[in-house]
């Protein structure tokens, strides 16, 4: 099962434009304009959750590299808190979703294994 984020269109618009600031910043090594370019053809209304993953950690080392000032900094911290609350909803929803399904009789697991 493949968990999806979804994300609304303003929130795309606002992840891609601080992409876009952050990888203009003068001081943006090669290195992360690419990775920063990368994320942000990534960013779409509803995003597999590795996707998200990914852009999380990569909003959460922006406020440690040279370059964006301190608004950026602060706007890249909200939303690497914003996309793991996000992701945490999404597998705490799968989880509920998967113990919710009956289990067939042929499906002894582990049980099976040991008799």
């Given at each position: 099962m493949m968990t999806t984020i979804?994300?609304?269109?303003?929130?795309?618009?606002?992840?891609?434009?601080?992409?876009?600031?952050?990888?203009a910043a003068a001081d943006t090594s090669?290195?992360?304009?690419?990775q920063l370019h990368y994320c942000r053809s990534q960013v779409h209304q509803?995003?597999?959750s590795i996707e998200v993953l990914v852009l999380a950690g990569v909003l959460h080392e922006?406020?440690?590299?040279p370059g964006p000032g301190p608004v950026v900094r602060?706007?890249?911290?909200?939303?690497?808190?914003?996309?793991?609350?996000?992701?945490?909803?999404?597998?705490?929803a799968t989880t509920a979703a998967i113990s919710q399904q009956p289990r067939?009789?042929?499906?002894?697991?582990?049980?099976?294994?040991?008799?």
């Open positions: 979804t994300l609304s269109g303003a929130q795309v618009t606002q992840l891609v434009d601080l992409l876009t600031v952050v990888a090669d290195e992360d304009r690419y509803l995003m597999p922006v406020p440690e590299r602060n706007q890249c911290r909200w939303w690497s808190a914003e996309l793991a609350r996000l992701l945490s909803a999404a597998a705490a067939s009789s042929t499906d002894r697991g582990p049980q099976a294994l040991a008799a």
